[in-house]
């Protein structure tokens, strides 16, 4: 066909009719029962009888509901054309446009072509007509899955070398369910800790934490990242994800303005201060929003395999702000609460029209090799998925958002192995595993569907037994992961299915960022019984120990000459108010009163000189702040 008008040039059915060709004239001439025609301004006159009066609401009736269906999408959808990728992902096929003659050139159009014109339009006149008894499309729905699968059947090959064939046999992988909800705002308070005990060493120019400091911030994530290390089978083939969570802490907090690079550790920034004091609630909503803006990492590079990313591919990408607010306003449209299949979340974004595309020039990306495995037209739509994951897996569920489902990622998926050059992938992304997720009540927060957070209430399981001797057993074998991970937070191991309270362990478990109250809780819905005097007493006394020393922030130590000196100073009416005794010889001054001091003591008569050896004089008349 002849294209000759843009969309929303198609005034009228005539228009339309008088841009087509004869032939295709005749083709839809012989829809309707007038004889067959040869001259063009017949054919037109005769299409456009057929159409005026009833004619159109007859056409409407003649057509099955699919056909519907896409009548009704291009009425309410104008001016946009017919989307066929849309369509395709809401209703779950196409309709049918024509059929083949008997000749292979031979093309017999449906009625659906008497009323979808140029480019998959409407014309405006038959548009009006159609809104009079078209009823309004339904909007794309989400499909939720009431229970998760215990495992999935994933599929391993081998070649025989004996028998000259490959093998093929299937093994049911267990599916792993990360709540993170809680655990999100426990490990923020982890991370910031590490942050302010100086162990978190970046890169100046990446701003990636080193391989030291991953290690460090996964022994300090709960139960460690998703999928732990294992020796790799052979040489060849490594099957480990790597890190996760333990890789994106430290991105996130840079990109939220919570801590900043300091030569090449990061320290806490003002904010980060306030954070460790703020609900984590509140810090995590912030710091998804400055993720959604930040230019600090782009997803798609985590996709190690796919190369080109930063050459000439590199001018094609799309804003990774675009993208993310794709999906974030999707994610805003899942119900709360409800298990999602992430291929269901995949074909409602592209049912909705809010899916995205990573790169307008995707041959510049390849896999292996730039000449023969570049990912072409085949591979774009496989780059959008492990885009996809790569956000709400290692950023929106590390954060808190969202729960996830899980298998390990080697062999999770098939969907890249025609492409070229990936023969030899065990995974295409480390996220490949992400089968499930649902919505949290803090990601709705975040997302701002809440306007307000409200820490949810620990649901009623009754598997485990407190015991008066401090115990707590596992009674059956229903106990779950977190569930396990829990219990090693607050307690000590003695076997498999037993654990012993211990004012230690639960001292580390609330430094780490849990609550007496969120244990008790605890073990109030899992033991679904009252908890025994004698670890009432434990946890109350432990809770105590927990407010008699406060951290009153950074501080100067000050050398006096002599103890005369000192008890001038700390005794003087300018300066008592500002620093306190520390000995016979010293004073503490807090750092928000350090200049305050300086300027008192100039009053008394004395000058705080520069501590420490010669080089560190040499260096700054003002030390450092010490901590004390």
């Known amino acids: 066909m002849n294209y000759r008008f843009n969309v929303d040039e198609i005034p009228t059915l005539e228009s339309a009719l008088e841009s087509m060709t004869a032939d295709e004239l005749k083709r839809l001439t012989a829809k309707t029962a007038e004889k067959s025609r040869s001259r063009k301004g017949d054919m037109v006159a005769v299409i456009m009888h057929h159409m005026a009066g009833e004619g159109l609401r007859a056409v409407w009736d003649s057509l099955d509901e699919l056909q519907r269906a896409a009548v009704a999408e291009g009425v309410y959808s104008h001016p946009t054309p017919f989307n066929a990728g849309l ?5 779950g096929g196409d309709p049918i446009w024509g059929s083949k003659g008997r000749a292979s050139y031979d093309y017999i159009p449906s009625n659906l072509c008497l009323i979808f014109y140029r480019n998959g339009s409407i014309p405006a006149d038959l548009r009006e007509r159609l809104l009079t008894f078209v009823p309004a499309p339904p909007r794309a729905a989400i499909a939720t899955v009431d229970q998760l699968p215990a495992a999935f059947d994933r599929t391993f090959e081998r070649w025989n070398k004996k ?19 809680r655990t999100a705002q426990r490990e923020l308070h982890s ?105 600090i990492l782009d ?61 307008h020039g995707e041959f510049g990306l390849y896999v292996s090799d730039a000449q023969y495995g570049t990912l072409g037209y085949a591979g774009l739509g496989c ?152 670890v009432v007493r434990l946890l109350n006394d432990v809770a105590a120990r927990t407010t008699k020393l406060h951290d009153r922030g950074l501080a100067r130590l000050i050398e006096c000459a002599d103890p005369a000196l000192a008890a001038l100073i700390a005794n003087d009416t300018r300066t008592r108010k500002l620093c306190m005794r520390a000995g016979e010889k010293h004073l503490v001054v807090a750092a928000s009163s350090e200049s305050a001091f300086r300027r008192a003591l100039r009053d008394v008569g004395y000058l705080l000189a520069a501590g420490g ?13 010490a901590e004390v």
Not at 87 to 91: M, T
Not at 308 to 314: D, L, M, S, Y
Not at 343 to 353: L, W
Not at 613 to 625: C, F, I, V, Y
Request: glycine residues 6%.
């Open 163 to 181: 028998e000259s064939t490959r093998e093929e046999w299937t093994e049911a992988i267990p599916v792993i369910v990360f709540e993170t909800e």
């Open 383 to 534: 780059l959008n998925q492990r885009y996809l994951f790569a956000l709400l897996l290692e950023y929106a569920a590390t954060l808190g958002m969202i729960d996830v489902a899980l298998i390990p990622p080697a062999g999770a998926r098939k969907d890249y192995h025609m492409l070229w050059g990936s023969d030899d992938l065990p995974f295409f992304s480390r996220y490949d595993g992400l089968f499930y997720f649902r919505l949290t009540p803090l990601g709705a927060y975040c997302l701002g569907m809440e306007s307000d957070y409200r820490t949810q209430a620990v649901e009623a399981k009754p598997v485990l037994r407190v015991l008066p001797n401090l115990e707590i057993a596992a009674t059956g074998s229903e106990l779950e992961h977190s569930d396990r991970l829990a219990l090693n937070a607050y307690a000590i191991p003695i076997s498999d299915f037993v654990w012993r309270l211990e004012a230690g362990a639960l001292l580390a478990a609330i430094e780490a960022g849990r609550q007496v109250e969120e244990i008790r809780e605890f073990l109030l819905a899992r033991s679904g019984e009252p908890i025994p005097e004698t």
């Open 191 to 295: 991370v910031l800790r590490l942050v302010d005990m100086g162990k978190v060493v970046v890169s100046d120019k990446t701003l990636r934490a080193s391989t030291s400091t991953v290690a460090a911030i996964n022994a300090a994530l709960e139960g460690g990242d998703y999928y732990p290390h294992v020796a790799a089978k052979d040489k060849w083939t490594d099957e480990n994800a790597g890190p996760i969570r333990a890789f994106a802490w430290p991105l996130i907090i840079q990109a939220g303005g919570i801590a900043e690079l300091a030569g090449t550790r990061l320290q806490l920034t003002k904010a980060g201060r306030k954070a460790l004091s703020d609900p984590p609630a509140q810090t995590l909503r912030t710091l998804w929003k400055k993720w959604m803006k930040t230019t």
């Open 87 to 91: 369509f395709r992902a809401k209703y």
């Open 613 to 625: 050896n010669p080089s560190e004089k040499r260096k700054s008349a003002n030390p450092p702040l």
């Open 299 to 359: 997803e798609l590079a985590r996709i190690d395999c796919v190369k080109g990313q930063t050459g000439k591919a590199k001018r094609s990408l799309t804003a990774v702000s675009s993208r993310r607010e794709a999906i974030a306003h999707s994610l805003s449209e899942c119900p709360l609460g409800e298990w999602i299949a992430i291929d269901e979340f995949i074909r409602y974004m592209r049912a909705s029209g809010k899916f995205f595309d990573v790169s």
